[in-house]
Each structure stands twice: as structure tokens, then as C-alpha cells.
């Protein structure tokens, strides 16, 4: 149970930028030893209400008052003094630095102490991790670190400054099941504290196990405050779309069984090894397993970035040697990788030279230029064909939300016409109204003849869109469920239950 003393009470929260309102008369109360899910899609306003309670940002109009002192102009230095913390998804650590040091840095740096007290530097950080019962190596670099050990460094950090509460920003994106399990243990430990934990996540199974109360922002203004035991993941959807959301299962119509790409005994030493797998038009093939399946990396090589050591790869019945991206597309291979601000997108550039990234060769005209007409053309129909929220077609991808920049990304390979389409975790960190439209695409996309590979650890997500499952474990494929298996009703269960035993069957197919 929350306790009775308020430690933030923001109040009629307004915040505009240059031509934007960000936050409406945003209206918020968080006790002490409370765990509330702050709710909303991407660009809703929930960052910047963050931001406005840690003093980086201030509001427009209203009041803040902070262990009862009204602080509604305030710095981020006045927020940490009075036990406000901040765990963004970056986590903010220093990679070549050790535990110990990251852990206790902000500590001694605040108290105008040492940095050099190694034994000191050791006893913060030993105190911190016994707090949420974890052992680390304190010499280990962080950059050694899994990230899920890399959150509970962030997490032993903000102890370190006496938190009182603590801000989590999609803490389990990459986390596998048992890591998410573990660390959902550990905030609720530090609930018994009587630490408030403010949880933001778009994977709403999490907030329902863990969540006291849910407050719920759409467009800037608060929707209401709910209890979390007297609402379900449906109700706390429409709260925060406006709409019904329903995941339509995906299901193959067209007869073809010709091989659109047939893998055969792909090995990539380290990596994967003698990974088969078939492909046709209108499949949408899933991927899945643990973290570390070798999912990604399997991709990787069909599309030319990651060549393997053995094995062969058929597109359309013909053998084929993949030594580049380049080589891929012209195959007729589209790939959305895992990592879209990294991998996938140019943030820099343009929604209009993003979409047009793929196909530059088809936009040349004379003496070799790019067609900017034809390129412009392209650009505004694929924000009207994937409701990409822009300003116009030279908006700059990095100022859109998580689920435009992945439309704009989906939209880039959806102009070339793929005939096969590989999609690695297309919906990670993406609001539930958009994911919704990103299963529309992809199952347009299958139903119009195209093969689809769909990589993701969310079985939900799997069973949803998947006509056939390959689930791997470790580098191995340990099975493959049928169009026939994948109709029956307990089949989510049979999914959840092989990927979490996985390393058991794995060991038992290699025997």
C-alpha cells in the first residue's frame, strides 16, 4: 500500500512550445511508496511531465509542490536534493568505467568528496547493491554488463542519493522475461522501502502486475486516474488511443508453395548453426526466442551484413550468394533492423530522404541526378498510406515520436517493393495504437503476396501476426510450429512455455 504523505503534487501543469502545447492543466499526485504507471502514446506528453518534475524543463503555468515545498521553478540540482530521480533509456553510465565507480559517482561528486577513495568508492557501491539484494563484480567495466545488470546499476545509483522517487522510462525494453521478472521484484522491494517508483511502459501486462494506481495523459491532457485493480489492459487502452484496439490474427490465403527464399544449413560460428527455414508468398514467418537467440544475427546474413561460414541461400528456387545490402535489395530483400536510431534511420536527415533511401537508383534521371519531383511524390504518398504525423515532407525524422520514425523506416523498404521483408523487433518502445497499425501493414503486406520474416520476443505479438513460428534458443532452431499448430487455442501457452524451457529443449535436439 501507497503511503499517506505526498512527495510530488503538480497542479493545472501547463507547458507550450513554439506552436506546440505540449501539457494541458495536467493535473498529478504521487505518494510516498506508491508505484504509478504513467500512461499514454508516444508524444503524449509524458516525457515532458517527467522533465518538468526533475527540474530540466519548466512549466508554463501551474504548481509544483515537492515534499511540500512548492518548487514549480526549479533546477535538477533542487530536484536531486530533495530524492528526485531520473532513469532514462540511455541509462546515462560510463561504459569503460566500473560498477563501483558508476554507482558512486553522483554520491561523491554531491558531497564534494574524492574521487579517488577507492575503498570508499567499493563501500558505496556495496551498500547500494546489498539495498536491492544483487551481487556484481564492483570491478566489472559496464560496457562487460548485460543490460539488464546495466538497469540495476542505474537503479543502485539513485539510492545512492537517497531517492525518493523514482522516475523508470521503459526500463524493460530489452530485458528478457526472467530479467524483466527480476527487476519488476526488485521495484517492488523498493516500494517496501517506501520509495515511489513512477513507471512508464508501453507493455501493458507489465503495468498491470505491478502498478497501484495508472494515470493516463492522451494529446497533452490527463484522461483520469484509475486504480489498477479495477481496470483491465482493454479499458487502459482506449483511455490512451481513444479507440478500440484489437490485434486481428493474421491468416494465410494464398495456395501458392512455391519457395520465395529457402535457407539451408545456415552456420555462422559464434553466432548461429544449421538454421533451415522455408519462406512463401503471404507466410509471415516468426522468429523467436530468448535475447542471444541468434535471431538478429540470422538476419543479418540474409540481408548481406553478416556473412555466414556455411550453408546456402535459394530467393525464387535460384542459389544465391548475398555479400552486401546491396546484393539483398536487388534480390528483392527489405530489413528492418533492431535498432532504428542506429541501424535503420538517417535522424538527421529529412521524411522526404529517409523514404527515398531505398531506392535511390529508380530516382535517378538525367546524368545521374536525383529526381526530387519523384522523390517528393513518394514521400507525401507514404505518409498518407502509413499516417506518418509530420508537419510536411522535409520534417526532420529525428523530431517525430518512436512509432513515426518506425513508420517512415517501414515506409523507406515498403517503396521498394520487397518481395521478401524481413522486420527484427519492428514494435519495440512503440505505443499501443501504433504497434496496431504497424500489424496492419505487415499483414497487408502478406496478403498481397509479399514473405515475411517477423522477429520478436513478444509471443503475444508473435501468435498475432505469424502464420508459421520458428523458435530458437542459443544459436539453434529447437522448433518450428505448423499453420495447423498455430490454430490451436492454447498456442500462446505452447509458445511462452518452449521459449522460457528453451534451453532445455535445445540441449535435448542436440542430443
Known sequence: MAGTNNIVVAEHICKSYVGVQALSDVSIT???GEIKCLAGENGCGKSTFV?????????TSGTIRINGREMTKHSAKDAINEGIQVIFQDLSLFGAMSVAENIAMNKLVKEGKPLTNDREIKRIAKEALDLIGVD???????QELSIANRQLIAICRALTLDAKLLFMDEPTTALTKNEVDRLLEIVLGLKARNIAIVFISHKLDEVMRIADSITVIRDGHKIGDFDAAEIDAAKLAYYMTGRQVDYQHYHRDDAAEASLLEVRNLTKKGNYEDISLNLRKGDILGLTGLLGAG????????????????GEIFVEGKKVTINDPDDAIDLGIGLVPEERATQGLFLSKSVNENVAAA??????????????????DL?????????????DEDTVVSTLSGGNQQKALIARWAASKPKIFILDTPTVGIDIGSKAEIYEYIQKFAA?????????DEVEEIVANCNRVIVMFNGRKVKE???????????????????????TAGKEEAS
Not at 448 to 456: A, D, K, Q, R, W
Open 30 to 32: 504521487i505518494k510516498e
Open 51 to 59: 522533465k518538468i518534475i526533475a527540474g530540466v524543463e519548466n512549466a
Open 136 to 142: 556484481i563484480p564492483l570491478d566489472a567495466q559496464i
Open 295 to 310: 535471431r538478429t544475427e540470422l538476419a543479418f546474413s540474409i540481408f548481406g551484413m553478416n556473412r555466414p561460414d556455411s
Open 359 to 376: 531506392i535511390l537508383k529508380r530516382l535517378k534521371g538525367f546524368m545521374g541526378n536525383i529526381n526530387s519531383g519523384k522523390s517528393r
Open 379 to 391: 514521400a507525401k504518398e507514404a505518409i498518407g498510406q502509413f499516417r506518418i504525423k509530420v508537419y
Open 448 to 456: 498481397e503476396g509479399m514473405g515475411i520474416i517477423l522477429i520478436s
Open 481 to 503: 510450429y505448423t499453420e495447423e499448430e498455430m490454430l490451436s487455442p492454447d498456442i500462446k501457452e505452447q509458445i511462452n512455455s518452449l521459449v522460457e524451457s528453451g534451453k
